[in-house]
Nanobody
Framework: VQLQASGGGLVQAGGSLRLSCAYS????????IAWFRQAPGKEREFVAK????????YYADSVKGRFTVSRDNAKKTVSLQMNSLKPEDTAVYYC????????????????WGQGTLVTVSS
């Protein structure tokens, strides 16, 4: 399983960005996909996840109502649409995959992509 995140950049507060996670290897439909982020000097934290079938999503309270996760199993991609961005959303964003949906513990997501940096200016 290989994951590659992209789409990060610099945006002003209140703006939007769309991150993408491209998947390769194995059967994409077998894996749940999550987004985590890590701000400078802070621990990695859960952001959002989507079940392998795409029917269920779950968000951290800090992003609920602003971020939307979706997946296209045919294209083997997962997107994270981020709206109403805040300076506190500044972080390196990672996508991760696992076969057990019911966890937000990063240690239980064994497959990771490289991060993409999101910087929100005030």
């Amino acid at each position: 399983v290989q994951l590659q995140a992209s789409g990060g950049g610099l945006v002003q507060a209140g703006g939007s960005l769309r991150l993408s996670c491209a998947y390769s290897g194995g059967t994409f439909g077998n894996y749940n996909i999550a987004w985590f982020r890590q701000a400078p000097g802070k621990e990695r934290e859960f952001v959002a996840k989507i079940r392998r079938t795409g029917g269920y999503t779950y968000y951290a309270d800090s992003v609920k109502g602003r971020f939307t996760v979706s997946r296209d199993n045919a294209k083997k991609t997962v997107s994270l649409q981020m709206n109403s961005l805040k300076p506190e959303d500044t972080a390196v964003y990672y996508c991760a995959a696992n076969t057990y949906y019911y966890t937000t513990d990063s240690a239980l997501w064994p497959y990771w992509g490289q991060g993409t940096l999101v910087t929100v200016s005030s």
